[in-house]
């Protein structure tokens, strides 16, 4: 089998030279999912025939002659909360178990017209809730670096499957670090996008204003090139934005690996004292880092972050409780028609059998947060220090480009070792929150540390300057 | 957190908890309620703004059903209906006899 790097611009590189067939790239990672995917679990459904057929069309294209594009014949896995027409799409949940996608989402018809072959539907927490991957309703994923550890989650499945090179890039959605908590723990870069610069039609909505599609890859270079192919205005999504033309991504400028001058940001809440010291020891050699590069460091306050979480999981269940509501045995999923003399006992039976424990304990929190009485206290509440969120990042960058931080306050921990302590797994989440409740971009980096588990840092950027964390992130990946 | 919540919430959302993990589920319930009531003792009032761009929306435009989804997309969609009955979906009677 020929050996070649797990990169977009190389394998495009290989094809366009002759060096490397579409045909080869599919059949090695096919080979990669049977020899390893038994014990990873990355994946929930394998295309294997579409994909041989994809590539014996690109092949004929290459035999031609032609030149293939940067994304034709690249292998990419989809989270399974993304809707591919005709391929089943359970968002993990035994309530979508036998559930078929009548459309393709958004995202899916963009990366299909740029050539992407899609390799199968990868794990994640159920309805993309959870920082492990175990509240998956069918398997669980483990970290390909070490089978005994969590690969993050909700989008484990989708981080898993490109850390054992059983997929060149894959896509999934971040609503609270579900793209870049993953990308950390397995040791591979994930973007998630400013809200509103990607559609969200087709993707499964969990908290509709939060969420948001991003793409999981070995470089930020080949995250540019997804977002470049996905991104833009929807009729589908209302809240897709018409990107403007200065912020389109620009590969001229992040391949540019000139970043004196600019200016990142650190904050005492976003890098505490306290973290944990293999993560305080990473992030002071990615500041010396920037500094040996002409980047300036300057001191940010972002004093109302520390209640990101608490803001999050008010505002997050609440959207949960209201978007679960439309699983309720009628339409589509699990069904107890026939176990059932009324329509609320269908309901119930269908709902209390279909959705799992944390689902639950979610839908249950946002009744709770949005009932009478309680709805000010908490929603109203929230929703004002979101504001408050917001104005600490527009202050922070009018003086810098970026804000570093650490992704995770550690690297991976053990299977099982937080799945009973649901506040415990909530607080995974400190540091890739707050982007999410700004709606900024952020990014998560990874570095290579001996003897050690993979370990992320997260640069986040202001509203679509992605181009910005991008160039940062690729001028850090092309010293290495 | 008392368990008669749990049941009060469950009935709201048409969930049922397990008797056997109730106990464990009200614990859970609780450290979170108590975390998030951390917002409470922020007393700082703001005014919550548009989110940072303007939604564009475009005017409402009726499309009849038959144009919109082509037969096999129809087809697609009452294949995943639990129950039809002459090309209608089947619901449970709201109302008993």
Do not use: W
């Not at chain 1, 004196?260 to 973290?275: F, R, V």
């Not at chain 1, 000010?376 to 970026?402: G, M, S």
């Not at chain 2, 859970?28 to 998030?36: A, D, L, R």
Request: net charge negative.
């Amino acid at each position: 089998m020929k050996e070649f790097e797990f990169s977009i611009e190389t394998i495009n590189q290989m094809y366009n030279s002759g060096d490397l067939k579409p045909s080869e790239v599919i059949e090695t990672v096919i080979s990669n999912i049977d020899s390893k995917d038994e014990e990873v679990k990355a994946y929930l459904s394998v295309f294997k025939e579409e994909m041989q057929k994809k590539a014996t069309e690109l092949d004929a294209k290459q035999k031609k002659g032609e030149k293939l594009t940067k994304l034709e014949g690249i292998p990419m896995s989809v989270k399974d909360a993304i809707l591919i027409k005709g391929h089943k799409a359970t968002s993990s949940a035994k309530i979508l178990e036998n559930y078929t996608a009548t459309y393709d989402a958004t995202v899916i018809n963009r990366l299909r017209e740029s050539g992407i072959i899609f390799t199968g539907k990868t794990n994640l927490d159920e309805f993309a809730m959870g920082s492990s991957t175990e509240n998956s309703a069918f398997q669980k994923t483990t970290n390909p670096h070490d089978k005994t550890k969590v690969p993050g989650g909700s989008s484990g499945g989708s981080a898993a499957s490109v850390a054992a090179k059983m997929a060149v890039v894959s896509i999934g959605s971040d609503t609270g670090g579900s793209i870049r908590q993953p990308a950390s723990f397995c040791g591979i870069t994930g973007l998630k996008p400013t809200y509103g610069r990607v559609s969200r039609s087709g993707l499964m909505a969990m908290a509709s204003s939060l969420d948001q599609v991003g793409p999981f890859a070995n470089s930020a270079l080949d995250c540019a090139y997804i977002l470049d192919a996905m991104e833009g205005q929807d009729d589908l999504d209302a809240t897709s934005v018409s990107i403007p033309a200065s912020q389109k991504i620009n590969f001229e400028y992040i391949k540019d690996k000139d970043i004196a001058g600019m200016k990142i940001g650190i904050s005492k809440e976003m890098l505490p004292d306290d973290i944990s010291p293999e993560i305080k020891e990473v992030m002071d050699q990615i500041i010396e880092f920037y500094k040996s590069k002409g980047v300036i460091f300057e001191d940010i306050e972002l004093p109302y972050t520390k209640y990101g979480i608490p803001t999050y999981y008010i505002l997050m269940p609440a959207e949960v409780s209201s978007n679960l509501s439309r699983f309720d045995g009628i339409r589509y999923g699990l069904s107890k028609f026939d176990e059932s003399d009324t329509l609320q006992e269908m309901y119930q039976k269908s709902r209390t059998q279909g959705f799992g424990e944390e689902s639950k304990r979610r839908i249950m929190l946002g009744a709770y947060v949005l009932s009478s009485g309680y709805y000010d206290a908490y929603y109203t509440k929230a929703k004002q220090v979101q504001q408050l969120i917001r104005n600490d990042f527009k202050k922070a960058y009018q003086k810098v480009d970026a804000i570093l931080c650490p992704t995770s306050p550690h690297t991976a921990f053990g299977l099982g070792e937080k799945i009973d302590d649901p506040l415990s797994m909530y607080l995974e989440d400190m540091f890739t929150i707050p982007a999410n409740i700004a709606g900024i971009t952020a990014i998560s980096v990874p570095v290579q540390v001996k003897n050690s588990l993979p370990i992320g840092f997260q640069l986040m950027g202001n509203h679509f300057e992605e181009n910005i964390v991008l160039k940062l992130s690729h001028s850090y990946q092309s010293q290495k | 957190m008392s368990k008669d919540l749990i049941d009060e919430l469950g009935e709201l959302t048409y969930l049922e908890v397990n008797t056997e993990k109730k106990k464990a589920f009200s614990n859970n319930f609780q450290e979170i309620i108590k975390h998030i009531d951390q917002l409470q003792d922020l007393k700082e009032e703001v005014d919550i703004l548009p989110y940072y761009y303007t939604q564009t929306l475009r005017e409402d435009v009726l499309i009849p059903t038959e144009e919109r989804y082509s037969k096999d997309t129809k087809k697609a969609i009452f294949d995943e209906m639990p129950k039809t009955q002459d090309g209608y979906l089947l619901v449970k009677a709201i109302l008993k006899n």
